[in-house]
């Protein structure tokens, strides 16, 4: 209920009034306190004072605050004094859920006294933290958070020692999301979170090290250029996610990599834009991997040219993998159809008593006719006797119909018209058509369900 309506509604009824003098779960940003649209004079001293008027109210009634989302973003001039206060009245109340988001214009000494606001034991009701935009120094008196469960830091300025300090002392955390905290070079994850099964690391610009030593890690994604990784115990680490937003090696770097930091990994998504080194065959196995996603992103114009065929090293390291689907965008660089041949024929003579026995699902999106597309098409027929499902999307990125409509996509179904495609691409999508007939179609065995996903024809007409 808005605001306002809550509000002539407290007005006639005594009942509703207690329940909303009571209300335990406080959104103190713009939008609730009605400072929406443009900015007024004066309305971070209102932004401010009204907080202030809330909590303090909260207080001298002995109300709980269970959960408070406390966004200042655009209050460059609140001090620290207040964020303190603030704090320690809804640390004081047994406050379960605690999210703040301050502004990048605040001074460094007027950022978040944690070290006075988490002392000792001070902490210990808190189950779920997010922090935003602000720098955040853990002490030597910073206390135990006996129940924190799930923890996110967001453009948080925390060094390494701060940091370990924090995880050193939450002895029940499962979840922690790290995303644009720049400080951090080295990061360690210690062997006192016992509970931890949940990692992200997000576009962390400086790390180069991370070192996990939580025995019970289920699920690690990150997100920027492969760091070096160190993973104590990777018994429980089961799915895994690495991408990267830059020109990178992440592919390359699993396929070395994951067999020795991540050998039970069951699900791994590899995400790469502009790989620009081919992955190495290797004989190291990923002996338990069921499911295998790649996407193969770029933009523009990238060099070297990324052979594709390379990616059967990972099928070929992976005995147990059920499902495999490739996402390849309009301009990641492929080896064209007539281009050279290159070392992986090779690869492929010498490799193909290899067999994917339990291997089912295959699809393509983005699917061109590329030499070493086809030819790992073909590797997969070849060595897949277990295949029950091959589909090839050459719609850019696989952003097409659904499999098994061969009419209409979806997105048509939904707004009445799909992503346009130029003239181009729509004349790329026939050449990858008639190459799929020609090169895979008379390999398929009888018992394969295969479908070559076209562009749409109630929208692709020659469109721009």
């Known amino acids: 209920m808005p605001v306002k309506d809550a509000g002539r509604v407290a007005c006639v009824s005594k009942r509703f009034l207690h329940s909303w003098r009571c209300y335990s779960n406080l959104k103190l940003n713009k939008q609730p306190?009605?400072?929406?649209?443009?900015?007024?004079?004066?309305?971070?001293?209102?932004?401010?004072?009204?907080?202030?008027?809330?909590?303090?109210?909260?207080?001298?009634?002995?109300?709980?605050?269970?959960?408070?989302?406390?966004?200042?973003?655009?209050?460059?001039?609140?001090?620290?004094?207040?964020?303190?206060?603030?704090?320690?009245?809804?640390?004081?109340?047994?406050?379960?859920?605690?999210?703040?988001?301050?502004?990048?214009?605040?001074?460094?000494?007027?950022?978040?006294?944690?070290?006075v606001s988490f002392g000792k034991q001070a902490a210990s009701s808190i189950e779920h933290l997010n922090i935003s935009k602000c720098t955040f120094q853990p002490m030597e008196t910073l206390g135990y958070f006996e129940?924190?469960?799930?923890?996110?830091?967001?453009?948080?300025?925390?060094?390494?020692?701060?940091?370990?300090?924090?995880?050193?002392?939450?002895?029940?955390?499962?979840?922690?999301?790290?995303?644009?905290?720049?400080?951090?070079?080295?990061?360690?994850?210690?062997?006192?979170?016992?509970?931890?099964?949940?990692?992200?690391?997000?576009?962390?610009?400086?790390?180069?090290?991370i070192d996990i030593s939580a025995p019970n890690l289920f699920t690690f994604h990150y997100v920027g250029f492969p760091p070096e990784i160190y993973i104590g115990d990777s018994s429980q680490l089961i799915e895994v996610h690495l991408s990267s937003l830059y020109p990178s090696r992440i592919i390359s770097y699993s396929r070395a990599k994951l067999p020795s930091i991540a050998s039970n990994v069951e699900r791994l998504t590899l995400l790469s834009n502009s790989e620009n080194v081919n992955t190495p065959m290797l004989l190291d196995k990923l002996l338990h991997l069921k499911s295998l996603k790649i996407?193969?992103?770029?933009?523009?114009?990238?060099?070297?040219?990324?052979?594709?065929?390379?990616?059967?090293?990972?099928?070929?390291?992976?005995?147990?993998?059920?499902?495999?689907?490739?996402?390849?965008?309009?301009?990641?660089?492929?080896?064209d159809i007539y281009g050279k041949t290159t070392g992986c024929d090779a690869y492929l003579r010498g490799k193909s008593g290899y067999r994917h026995d339990h291997l089912k699902r295959v699809m393509i999106a983005g699917f061109r006719s590329a030499k070493s597309l086809i030819k790992l098409v073909i590797h997969i027929l070849e060595s897949a006797p277990s295949?029950?499902?091959?589909?090839?999307?050459?719609?850019?990125?696989?952003?097409?119909?659904?499999?098994?409509?061969?009419?209409?996509?979806s997105a048509a179904r939904m707004l009445g018209k799909c992503c346009s495609m130029s003239e181009r691409a729509?004349?790329?999508?026939?050449?990858?058509?008639?190459?799929?007939?020609?090169?895979?179609?008379?390999r398929l065995?009888?018992?394969?369900?295969?479908?070559?996903?076209?562009?749409?024809?109630?929208?692709?007409?020659?469109?721009?």
Request: some cysteine.
């Open 147 to 209: 129940r924190l469960k799930s923890l996110d830091l967001f453009r948080v300025c925390i060094t390494e020692e701060g940091l370990w300090k924090l995880l050193s002392k939450s002895f029940s955390l499962e979840q922690l999301e790290i995303f644009l905290c720049n400080e951090i070079i080295c990061l360690k994850i210690p062997c006192t979170v016992q509970k931890l099964n949940f990692l992200i690391v997000t576009s962390c610009q400086k790390i180069q090290v």
């Open 33 to 115: 306190l009605g400072l929406t649209g443009d900015k007024f004079e004066g309305s971070e001293i209102y932004h401010i004072n009204k907080v202030d008027q809330i909590l303090n109210s909260y207080s001298k009634n002995g109300m709980k605050v269970k959960s408070l989302q406390l966004d200042l973003f655009h209050c460059s001039s609140v001090s620290a004094f207040y964020l303190d206060w603030w704090l320690r009245i809804a640390l004081k109340s047994g406050i379960k859920e605690l999210s703040f988001s301050l502004s990048r214009s605040m001074k460094e000494e007027d950022c978040f006294p944690c070290s």
């Open 387 to 409: 295949l029950e499902c091959l589909t090839l999307d050459t719609t850019p990125g696989g952003h097409g119909r659904k499999l098994g409509d061969t009419s209409i996509c």
């Open 426 to 442: 729509l004349e790329e999508a026939k050449r990858d058509v008639a190459a799929a007939s020609r090169y895979i179609t008379g």
């Open 295 to 335: 996407v193969l992103n770029g933009s523009g114009h990238c060099s070297p040219v990324y052979d594709t065929f390379y990616l059967a090293s990972f099928l070929d390291a992976s005995p147990a993998l059920e499902s495999f689907i490739l996402r390849v965008s309009h301009y990641s660089c492929l080896l």
């Open 445 to 464: 065995p009888s018992t394969v369900k295969f479908e070559v996903l076209e562009p749409c024809r109630q929208c692709h007409t020659g469109n721009q």
